[in-house]
């Protein structure tokens, strides 16, 4: 569920960045943070486990990333 909601968030934020938003800084580097947490979940197991620091880290990003891509501001970039 939560590789569903993740990978659902990235299209989105592809989306997002594309579209020249002015969150644009905030986005990228929060699906950066997803990206790479996916990349360590393949060989390391500290990212999941309950009570680590990295853990909550992930989460934030990931609620970050909800909250800009999915309510986050609709205007265009000014530049």
């Known amino acids: 569920?939560?590789?569903?909601i993740g990978l659902t968030l990235?299209?989105?934020?592809?989306?997002?960045?594309r579209?020249?938003?002015?969150t644009r800084?905030?986005?990228?580097?929060e699906a950066g943070v997803l990206v790479a947490a996916a990349c360590?979940?393949?060989i390391q197991s500290y990212i999941?486990?309950?009570g680590n620091i990295a853990s909550g880290t992930v989460w934030v990003a990931l609620f970050l990333l909800g909250a800009n891509v999915l309510g986050g501001s609709t205007r265009a970039d000014p530049s």
């Not at 569920?1 to 569903?4: E, L, P």
Request: net charge positive; charged share 10%.
């Open 1 to 4: 569920m939560v590789c569903g």
């Open 10 to 17: 990235l299209v989105m934020a592809v989306r997002a960045l």
């Open 19 to 22: 579209a020249r938003t002015s």
């Open 25 to 29: 800084g905030e986005i990228g580097a």
């Open 40 to 42: 360590l979940m393949v």
């Open 48 to 50: 999941y486990s309950v």
